[in-house]
């Protein structure tokens, strides 16, 4: 799309139809998405966590663009709703992309579109997506995940302070946060001998001042990605527009990202799914996406990692791998923190599930995202794991299979107080070598030895 396109698209925020904020979520989404819950009769078995329906998957998608065409999406910014024609919707998936080469030179690595139980290995895109990290220990967690031989991608958390100085939205502590940031970054890959490796970073930019301050060469690079989200539900601002469209001529890659309410205004996991799916649908258009980061979000349980989450994953993976093929990157935010066995149960399901329906892997976001509880040895057994099951060609079926027996391991986390988050990054890792310490690895070493005579061919 070029960037005359581009802009009649956006100008539609100021000629839709204006609404309040309360009246599109409750006129408009709610009752939308409960009329098309009940046509296609969508419901879910929380038994079967990844369905091998393919009449679900079409008409999953069937419905999305239905929700799409018939309300569009509202502009929180204007207070007016953009639509679109199912000329612009039917385009929008065709040209989604199914191969993209992010980084470069010898660390260049080729995202691809895959299929269901597809043997070719899921990305592993490696760091804590958004965590909140103090600057004492942000270098050290950046390289924690940078030095593992699985990785193929890095991400990283948000820096709270910079320079003693708390960081703040809009203000120039965030300039210099998010530049901060790629500073670590960079000199992570330096370090270990991948300096050219992509990135998905700027996660310290709330707003779109701080996403710009990181557009230029030495720090975003255009073989780089960066955020461009919408919210909840099927709501963009025109930050998130301006985002977008400084991509047009700097030419760095748009990851879409929704974070659709299982349990929200959507319903349970079968109206969220299909909300999902229609986000999407709706970025490829007003995100100008070039790939899709999928991280439902439980409305009580939080994490990916929860039933209703996790199947949402599975559908909306082979909905994208066999009806309208493309990068699908699933986040992986589990419950657990670090110094936990159940983390390291935590990942492993997630990590089966969006493998074997057609995903790649982003995370981890462990302890939900809120605290700096997350390591390097958890990134390194999510790589594992889904390189492992995808080479072994594991079915739907056996994934299933595991994956219930692995909730059985973790899910009683869900009613503990603190939701079992664990350890800060320092506790879990000696911060002078950036190594584990003994008590977390020989945890680690247990798991991945459960996961092995569960049916995992590491």
């Not at 710009?212 to 919210?231: G, K, N, Q």
Request: hydrophobic share 40%; charged share 25%.
């Amino acid at each position: 799309m070029n960037a005359k396109e581009y802009l009649e698209i956006c100008s539609r925020s100021y000629t839709g139809t204006k609404v309040t904020k309360n009246e599109w979520d409750m006129d408009y989404l709610i009752d939308e998405v409960r009329e098309l819950v009940e046509e296609y009769s969508f419901s879910w078995d929380k038994e079967v966590l990844i369905p091998q329906d393919d009449r679900l998957l079409e008409d999953m998608l069937a419905a999305a663009k239905a929700l799409i065409l018939k309300i569009g999406v509202y502009n929180m910014s204007t207070g007016r709703i953009i639509t679109f024609t199912e000329e612009e919707i039917e385009q929008g998936i065709k040209n989604m992309k199914q191969e993209l080469v992010m980084g470069e030179g010898k660390d260049a690595y080729t995202l691809v579109a895959r299929g269901i139980e597809d043997r070719r290995e899921p990305a592993v895109w490696a760091g804590n997506p958004g965590c909140p990290t103090p600057e004492r220990m942000y270098y050290a967690n950046v390289l924690s995940s940078a030095q593992e031989p699985v990785v193929d991608l890095l991400t990283c958390g948000s820096l709270v302070d910079v320079d003693g100085h708390t960081v703040k939205s809009g203000d120039p502590t965030e300039v210099i946060a998010v530049r901060r940031e790629l500073q670590y970054l960079h000199k992570a890959l330096e370090a270990v001998g991948r300096p050219g490796m992509g990135l998905l970073a700027a996660e310290s930019a709330v707003t779109e001042m701080g996403d710009l301050s990181a557009s230029y060469e030495r720090c975003l690079r255009p073989c780089d990605s960066h955020l461009v989200a919408m919210f909840n539900e099927l709501i963009i601002d025109n930050g998130n527009l301006i985002r977008a469209a400084n991509s047009l001529d700097y030419g760095m890659k748009n990851a879409s990202l929704a974070c659709t309410m299982v349990g929200g205004l959507a319903g349970d996991a079968p109206g969220a799914t299909l909300v999902m799916t229609a986000s999407i649908l709706a970025a490829n258009i007003l995100c100008l996406a070039d790939y899709h980061l999928c991280h439902p979000i439980h409305i009580k349980e939080v994490a990916t990692t929860a039933r209703g989450c996790l199947w949402l994953q599975a559908v909306l993976c082979q909905i994208f791998a066999k009806c309208a093929p493309a990068i699908i990157v699933c986040d992986l935010w589990p419950s657990s923190g670090a110094l936990t066995k159940e983390l390291l149960y935590e990942v492993a399901a997630n990590s089966i599930v969006v493998t074997v329906c057609g995903g790649h892997l982003e995370g981890l976001g462990s302890a939900n995202g809120r605290e700096p509880n997350g390591t390097g040895l958890e990134v390194r057994l999510m790589g594992e794991v889904g390189k492992a099951v995808a080479r072994q060609g594991m079915t739907r079926a056996q994934a299933n299979e595991i994956v219930l027996k692995l909730l059985g391991k973790y899910e009683h986390i869900f009613q503990m107080e603190d939701k079992n988050k664990g350890k800060r990054f320092d506790e879990a890792y000696d911060m002078e070598t950036v190594t584990p310490i003994p008590e977390w690895e020989a945890m680690y070493v247990e798991v991945k030895e459960e996961l092995r005579t569960m049916g995992i061919c590491f």
